[in-house]
């Protein structure tokens, strides 16, 4: 490979062993068979202080509590109107912790923000929201917030056959208006949680129901629902993302399961939280682990 | 257009409305949104005198009655063992006027025909099939039964940058292994019905639970949840590919829907059954009617 390639990565063993299954690949795998998945939150951008999601829903639960002052006595509309964020971070706390009380009012308001909309008018509110928005901790557009050394690993490994995909447990119809222009990823490649749609004189509309939570197992179920191939590449950065190496790590040729550890108080943040379970496998199981402290030159472009 | 191109199509109105919207796309359409549709069973290949993925199955509960001499006394295993496919049609039949009760026992028996088996073992009795089984009245391999003239209208399409999808009431994972061979479409764009799938150590397990049916109204959520995006072309020859044709007219820019007519009798066969409505709704929505006799030179390559 020419100097150039992979430049916003430090010379190390992660890098070396991108290179040296990037060239294996390409004497023993079939183009047809190079499919590379990537998580999002966590792995192509940034998922702290919360993930960017959240502050998509919670503008808008905001925005129909202002339009709607019957809603605004009551959560999730209550604590999104007045910027309790707590709140949302405690829904979620006490719902690992077994008690689900609180997450469900969350659920409920999250499912029914957009519920009727088109998929159309669903998009031109996502696509308004990153104009707008900025992350709270680095002062950047969350368009700016992907890693430039992952999206570097992304052309790294188109330039070499393979094609990759977006498999992450982010909304699928949150992720797609912007994965073209931050990550070269189109939508036709990109999976995610989904909520069921409605077909109705000719347009499709968003429902309450949940359809995928894209987590966990629910990952290879959906790699293969959508391409038909077990991937060779996956890259995650948590718990949730363990079945998804697991799916890539156990194929019967070459594969490389990677997974980013954020431990750069520095220049992004430092936690393990969430991903305890990932990072004890992965010396087990032969996972490349790459710090961001360490193996990332730059982090965002 | 050079001479050759779509020449196993008759001049005609359908072949000119091709033509004329193909050349419209490339003025006002970008190749990104350029997304092609096509059913299958009636549309890219032969679905008479019944279904190809019902002889898959029925040879199966063969099978699995010869090895099992327990399940051999009862439907629908026994109708399976004798070659009784009469049985099998009197089921659906039966179904259509509201007599459910053949057709639980018939579902029963097929989502639990491979039932616990690797997605990889799944495809691999689905090569074995094609390999050996023949069209019953034309005697050909059904991989020989694609209709030359639509998989020519994939190629032209393609050509002028269109990308190609199936969107197919018939089994995902029963076409996949033979769409790259027959029709040029990988698996990554082949739509279809499934049943659940279960992860575990490493593996994609069959699951004896449907997933969807790919029809009817879930035709444009599935091509939305694989796409992301509004199809151009659809083309279609039943009831169930409505509103899959719906979906594409309905958009701002240019779009063709396309249903095939089956009256040909000496070279394919003559049925509307099943096509009634989609049929009758055709002129009002503008939709192009391909005659099989009238618009194809060529059936069968």
Redesign the interface.
Known sequence: MSVAELASWNDGSAKSAIIEFVAQVEREVAP?ERVAVFDNDGTLWCEKPAYVQLDFLVRRLAEQAAADPSLAGAQPYLAAASGDLAWFGDAVTQHYNGDDSAMKVLARGILSAYAGMT?DEHAEHVTTFFARARHPVLGRPYTECGYAPMIELLRHLEAHGF?TYIASGGG??FM?PVTTAMYGI???R?IGS?V????T????RTTATPEFLDDG?VK??RI??????RPIFAAGNSNGDI?ML??T??GPGPSLSLLVRHDDVAREFDYVAGAEKALGLAPRRGWVVSSIRDDWATVFS
């Open positions: 047809e998929v094609t699928r119809d797609r189109p939508p036709e990109v989904s069921g749609l409605d077909f004189d000719g347009h499709l197992p290879p179920v293969w629902g959508r391409t038909g191939r079945e697991q799916f790590d156990a």
